[in-house]
């Protein structure tokens, strides 16, 4: 009898047996609806320019000044650590609340680390504790979703967790949103011993019992060698956001990190195959900018949340979707 992994293994091999391809733009293109206009939402990860330490006001006064033609930023998600800092140089919550609400922004996500797939179950109860304080503040700003990556479970030493083990852990995860009314989104990490591949999540997903959010991201695919072929098996409502960036030509894949990460189109990744992929599967949710750039961490800020508009916005219009 076939199991669970082996069927969706099957469908996965199904998809296409290329590694790091899509089909050719033509058949791409036929995908794609043409009685609805498309209009993408573009989200600013804070991580772009993390080491300036730039206050979230001056953030998110510049996300709503940023413009490129018809579009601008809708969403923002930023780390955990910059609202603590927020909150403990004299902010509140109910502030930074009214700061979105004010500028037309959406808390897209929130970046926090709770280990929630730990093999220790002292180590998880923690993580579930951490989770739950963190989709508190989430909620009362307004957001729906936080990010769920492999945190803890991610270095090259650490053992291979059982698929089904994960599956089980990040459903009691899921359970804790429920409570809170907020989704963690389960984050596949290339670099990752555990969930690194796209397959692997959604095998995770489809078996923790529940609806489970996605969020995805093209240096992290690319990372983990995934076949880009499986993103055509995820309909665009199991992705609240995903995370948005481009791939150099040099080094090779194994020197990769997170660093060598460019703005979208300057790469090699085959970006229109992955937004035409997407929005012909009905996705509606947020592009997020996500790079950790040591040039562009270099910039100045409002520099790089213009460009990165400027970016996203012709990568869109470059895949021609409609």
Not at 82 to 111: C, F, H, P, R
Not at 152 to 164: F, N, Q, V
Not at 198 to 210: F, I, K, T
Not at 226 to 236: F, Y
């Amino acid at each position: 009898m076939m199991n669970r992994r082996d069927l969706l293994s099957t469908s996965l091999l199904a998809a296409g047996a290329s590694t790091l391809g899509l089909s050719d733009n033509s058949a791409k293109a036929s995908m794609l609806t043409e009685s609805t206009p498309v209009v993408p939402t573009f989200c600013f990860n804070t991580a772009c320019i993390r080491p300036s330490k730039t206050p979230l006001p001056h953030v998110i006064a510049s996300l709503a000044k940023a413009k490129s033609g018809d579009f601008g930023y809708v969403g923002i998600e930023p780390w955990l650590d910059e609202i603590q800092t927020y909150l403990d140089t004299g902010g509140t919550v109910a502030d930074l609340k009214k700061l979105l609400d004010d500028n037309n922004l959406k808390l897209t996500s929130l970046i926090a680390f709770a280990n929630w797939g730990s093999d220790n179950e002292t180590e998880r109860t923690k993580g579930l504790e951490e989770a739950r304080k963190t989709l508190n503040l989430v909620a009362r700003l307004g957001g729906n979703n936080i990010a769920a990556p492999p945190a803890g479970i991610s270095k090259t030493d650490h053992r291979k967790i059982e698929l089904d083990a994960l599956a089980e852990r990040y459903g009691k995860l899921l359970e804790v949103g429920k409570e809170e009314g907020v989704a963690p989104m389960l984050e596949v990490w290339g670099h990752s011993s555990n969930l690194s591949k796209l397959c692997e999540v959604l095998y995770v997903a489809s078996a923790c019992g529940q609806p489970a959010p996605l969020l995805l991201d093209v240096y992290h695919l690319y990372k983990g060698g995934s076949d880009l072929n499986g993103l055509k098996l995820i309909t665009g409502n199991m992705m609240p956001a995903f995370h948005v960036n481009d791939l150099p030509t040099k080094p090779p894949r194994e020197d990769w990190n997170d660093s060598i990460r460019v703005y979208p189109g300057d790469g090699n990744a085959d970006m229109a195959g992955v937004l035409q992929t997407l929005y012909a599967n009905g996705f509606q949710g947020a592009l997020s900018l996500e790079l950790f750039n040591r040039d562009y961490w270099k910039q100045i800020p409002d520099q790089v949340i213009q460009t990165g508009l400027d970016k996203m916005v012709a990568s869109f219009q470059a895949a021609g979707i409609k």
